[in-house]
């Protein structure tokens, strides 16, 4: 079964850190990872890195300079590492991406089942 599976997510105090990661399951020929979202308790989901712009990454303003992503082509595996982390990061994370999955030709988009991380002392 195709899927994307985040990990990594927890309870950190603020200033800690998090990686978290995002891979894709199954018989998969390619990823093409459109971005990472986060959905705190009673907002909408926003756009936390947007991946979509040809060769490069935009972060949301509120996470620029403590957010990277990164990529693990062999794993099918993208990370979210998260430094400086504040109370107002405290959100279930999500990764979507488009998939290729073996023997067809076309992209299918996904989303993973989210991962939380909560920032409190």
């Known amino acids: 079964q195709v899927q994307l599976v985040e990990s990594g997510g927890g309870l950190v105090q603020p200033g800690g850190s998090l990686r978290l990661s995002c891979a894709a399951a199954?018989?998969?020929?390619?990823?093409?990872?459109k971005g990472w979202y986060r959905q705190a308790p009673g907002k909408q989901r926003e756009l936390v890195v947007d991946?979509?712009?040809?060769?490069?990454?935009n972060y949301a303003d509120a996470v620029k300079g403590r957010f990277t992503i990164s990529r693990e082509h062999a794993k099918n595996t993208v990370y979210l590492q998260m430094n400086s982390l504040k109370p107002e990061d405290t959100a279930v994370y999500y990764c979507?991406?488009?998939?290729?999955?073996?023997?067809?030709?076309?992209?299918?988009?996904?989303w993973g089942q989210g991962t939380e991380v909560t920032v409190s002392s």
């Open positions: 979507n991406a488009d998939l290729k999955r073996y023997p067809f030709t076309n992209y299918v988009n996904y």
């Open positions: 199954g018989s998969i020929i390619s990823i093409y990872v």
């Open positions: 991946c979509t712009r040809g060769n490069s990454t």
